[in-house]
C-alpha cells in the first residue's frame, strides 16, 4: 500500500470524537481580508491547465442571466444560486476573489511598446463613476477538473446537429471521444467530447462539442479574413453560428522572446450598454483561429464558442472601487498576481511603471466567480527575460478586485510555492 | 435515544439496537457513502451493513460516540467497495483527489518506517483548531468536496482549499517529527 493510501485508511480509524458533524449547517465566521503577496515561480504563464467538474449543473433554461426579467444588471432580486447558509451583505451573498494559478509559470507579456498589447477592450465606455457591477457565480467550477455542461452524449449530439444546422450543414457522422482512466486497477472510459463530420453546399465542417461546453467548428474551405471588406463577409457567414447579431472582432497579442508576435482573434456581440459590452468581451466571447499549416495565414479555420452565460449564474451588482483606489491598493502592495517578486526591480512597482490599466472579468473554469478586476500592466526590470532578443520589454499582470472589500469574504494569500 | 441507550442495546443483543442506530444515525452515514460511492443503491447497501459490522463489533467495543464509530464504519465499506468494483464509479473521483492531496503530506513511495499513523494522526488532530480539524476531517473521513464543506461550514471555497493547504502543510512537517502549532 502506497503511503498516501496508508495515510487514507489511517484517518478512517481516528479517535471518533473527531468524526465532524455532517448534517447541521454552521454560521459564518468574521469577515477577513487578505491580502496577496507577490509570487516565485519561473516561467510564463501558458493558459490554464486544468478545469473544473461541477456536481450540479443547471440547464441553461433556468439559469438567471441578465436577460431574464427577473435578474441582470441592476436587478434586484439576484440569485444565489440555492445555497443555504450563505451570508450576505446588503442582500448580496459574499465571494471571493483569487487567481488559481493553472500550471508553472506567471502572466507577463512581452512587447517592443505597451501599445502593441493592445487588445480592444471596450472597459473605457463605462462611465468612470459607476459605482456596482455585475457579480456571476460560475456553474462550471468545481474542483475534480472534470467540467460538465452537457450531461450525455445525446445533449451533445443535438448541440452538434444545431451547431451544423447553423453553419447551413448536416451532420453525417458522430463519434465520442473518451479518455481512459485507471481507478482501482480498473481501467474505464469517460466521454469528453463528440465530434461530427458535417457537409453542406458551401463546404464541410468538423464540429466538436466538448462535455464542458465548447463547440468548436473546423471549416473546409477556411473563410478569407485578411481585408475589412473579407472580415465583414466572414462575420456574416460565423454570426449566426456564433448567435450574434452584431459580431465586434478584437484582436491582441504579444511577442515571444524571439520578437515574433502571436495575436488572437476575438469576436463577442455588440451592446449599447456598456457594462454588457464588457461582459460579452470578456465572459462571453468566441475565439477565431487563422490557418496555422502554412504559417501566418490570414484565413479563419476555426470558430470556438464557449458557454458565455450559460454558464454563469447572476448574483447581484456589486459596489465597486474606483480606477484611483485600485491603483493606490497596487502601490500599497495590495494585490493578486503571479509574477514573480524578483522581476521587478528593487523599489517594487512604482507609478511610472504602471504603463496600463483596465477592467475585466476573469470568467475561466479555474475561477469560482466571474467578477471585476482592475488589471495593471507593471513594466518588469530591465534585462528580463534573459536571453529575449534587444528592446523587447516584459509586462507583468497584477490585478486588484474592484468589488469592495466588505463584499469579500477572503483573498487567498499567494505564497509562491508549487507543489 | 441517547448513544449510551444504543450501545447498551447491542450488550444485551437487543435487535432494536439496529433499528435505533438506523434512525439515529442512517442519514449521517449515507453522506458519507454518496461521497465515496456514486451509485445509491451501493451507498445504501454499506449503509445497512454498517448495523450489522457494529453488532458483531459491540460488545467487545463500547464506542462512546457513534457518529464517529458507525461513520468509520461505513467508510471502510464504502472503500472496499469501490476497490472491488469492476467500473470505478464517478463517486470515485473524489477519492483520487483526496489521495493525490494526501501524497503531498506523505508521497506516495511504499513507507518503511513503522510510525503508527492512528496514533500520530490522533495527536495531530489534537492539535488543531476546531475548524480546521473539521475541515480536515470533511474532506478526508468524510470525502465532503470542497464545495460542500464551504457550504455546510458558511465560508467560501476558497478559503476551504486554503485550510486544507495548511493542515496538510502542518500534517507533513508533523510526520516529520517537526513541532506543529495551532
Redesign the interface.
Known amino acids: ?29 468574521a469577515l477577513r481580508w487578505a491580502y496577496a503577496a507577490a509570487g516565485i515561480c519561473a516561467v510564463l504563464l501558458i493558459g490554464a491547465a486544468a478545469v473544473h ?1 461541477m ?1 450540479i449543473v443547471r440547464k441553461p433554461a433556468e439559469l438567471l442571466t441578465p436577460d431574464s426579467p427577473s435578474s441582470g444588471v441592476g436587478c434586484e432580486q439576484p440569485g444565489i444560486g440555492g ?5 450576505t451583505v446588503n442582500g448580496l451573498p ?3 476573489a ?1 487567481i488559481e494559478s493553472g500550471g508553472m509559470g506567471f502572466e507577463g507579456m512581452m512587447a517592443y511598446s505597451i501599445d502593441e498589447l493592445e487588445n480592444g477592450n471596450p472597459w473605457r465606455e463605462i462611465p468612470s463613476d459607476t459605482a456596482a457591477l455585475p457579480v456571476y457565480e460560475n456553474l462550471l467550477y ?3 477538473a ?1 467540467p460538465v455542461y452537457y450531461d450525455s452524449e445525446e445533449d451533445m449530439r443535438r448541440a452538434a446537429e444545431e451547431a451544423a444546422e447553423n453553419l447551413g450543414m448536416e451532420v453525417l457522422s458522430t463519434e465520442a471521444g473518451t479518455i481512459g ?1 485507471i ?2 486497477t ?1 481501467l ?1 472510459e469517460r466521454l469528453v467530447s463528440l465530434t461530427a463530420a458535417c457537409a453542406g453546399e458551401t463546404g464541410s465542417a468538423k464540429v466538436r462539442v466538448s462535455r464542458a461546453g465548447t463547440i468548436s467548428a473546423e471549416l473546409t474551405p477556411s473563410v478569407p479574413f485578411e481585408t475589412a471588406e473579407e472580415r465583414a463577409a466572414a462575420l456574416g457567414i460565423l454570426s449566426t453560428f456564433l448567435g450574434y447579431r452584431d459580431a465586434v472582432i478584437a484582436e491582441s497579442g504579444d511577442r515571444d522572446i524571439y520578437g515574433e508576435m502571436n495575436t488572437t482573434l476575438k469576436v463577442y456581440e455588440d451592446s449599447d450598454d456598456p457594462v454588457r459590452k464588457l461582459l460579452n468581451y470578456c465572459a462571453a466571447s468566441s475565439r477565431l483561429a487563422r490557418v496555422s499549416e502554412n504559417g501566418d495565414g490570414t484565413d479563419v479555420r476555426t470558430v470556438w464558442k464557449e458557454p458565455g452565460f450559460d454558464g454563469l449564474n447572476y448574483l447581484g451588482d456589486y459596489p465597486v472601487i474606483t480606477e484611483d483606489e485600485a491603483r493606490a491598493m497596487l502601490l500599497k502592495g495590495e494585490y493578486l498576481t503571479t509574477v514573480p517578486a524578483d522581476t521587478l526591480p528593487e523599489d517594487g512597482i512604482t507609478e511610472e511603471r504602471i504603463d496600463r490599466t483596465e477592467l475585466v472579468y476573469r470568467c475561466s473554469l479555474r475561477d ?1 466567480y466571474a467578477e471585476p478586476y482592475y488589471r495593471f500592466y507593471v513594466r518588469l526590470r530591465e534585462g528580463f527575460p534573459a536571453g529575449a532578443v534587444e528592446g523587447l520589454q516584459t509586462w507583468g499582470v497584477y490585478y486588484v478586485p474592484a468589488v469592495r472589500a466588505e463584499y469579500l ?2 483573498v ?2 499567494w505564497d509562491g510555492r508549487f ?1 | 435515544m441517547e448513544d449510551a441507550e444504543i450501545v447498551a442495546l447491542y450488550w444485551k443483543r437487543d435487535e432494536d439496537a439496529l433499528t435505533a442506530s438506523a434512525d439515529k444515525y442512517g ?2 452515514c449515507a ?2 457513502a454518496r461521497n465515496i460511492l456514486s451509485d445509491e443503491g451501493d451507498a445504501e447497501e454499506c449503509v445497512n451493513d454498517t448495523w450489522l459490522r457494529a453488532w458483531n463489533a459491540i460488545p467487545p467495543k463500547r ?7 458507525f ?2 464504519i461505513t ?2 465499506l464504502a ?1 472496499d467497495r ?2 472491488r ?4 464509479r464517478a463517486g ?9 492531496e ?10 518503511t518506517d513503522e510510525i503508527d ?2 496514533d500520530a ?2 495527536r495531530f ?1 489534537g492539535t488543531l483548531t476546531p ?1 480546521a ?2 475541515i480536515f ?2 474532506r ?3 470525502f ?4 460542500d464543506i464551504a ?9 476551504v ?2 485550510s486544507l493547504s495548511r493542515t496538510r502543510t502542518l500534517l507533513k512537517r508533523y510526520l516529520n517529527g517537526e513541532e506543529t502549532g495551532k
Open positions: 500500500m502506497k503511503a498516501n493510501e496508508r495515510l487514507l485508511a489511517a484517518i478512517g480509524e481516528v479517535d471518533p470524537r473527531f468524526a465532524p458533524e455532517l448534517l447541521s449547517v454552521k454560521k459564518r465566521p467538474q456536481g445555497r443555504v447558509g450563505v451570508e459574499l465571494i471571493t483569487g468545481d474542483e475534480l472534470q482512466e481507478r482501482d480498473t474505464t469560482e469574504a477572503e487567498p494569500v507543489n | 442519514s449521517y453522506v458519507i464506542p462512546s460516540r457513534l457518529a464517529g464509530f461513520g468509520a467508510r471502510n472503500l469501490l476497490r468494483s469492476r467500473a470505478a470515485g473521483g473524489i477519492v483520487t483527489v483526496c489521495l493525490e494526501l501524497a503531498e503530506a506523505v508521497g506516495e513511495e511504499d513507507g499513523l492512528r494522526l490522533d488532530l475548524a480539524r473539521d476531517m470533511r478526508y473521513w468524510a465532503q468536496t470542497e464545495r457550504r455546510a461550514r458558511g465560508i467560501t471555497a476558497g478559503a482549499r486554503m
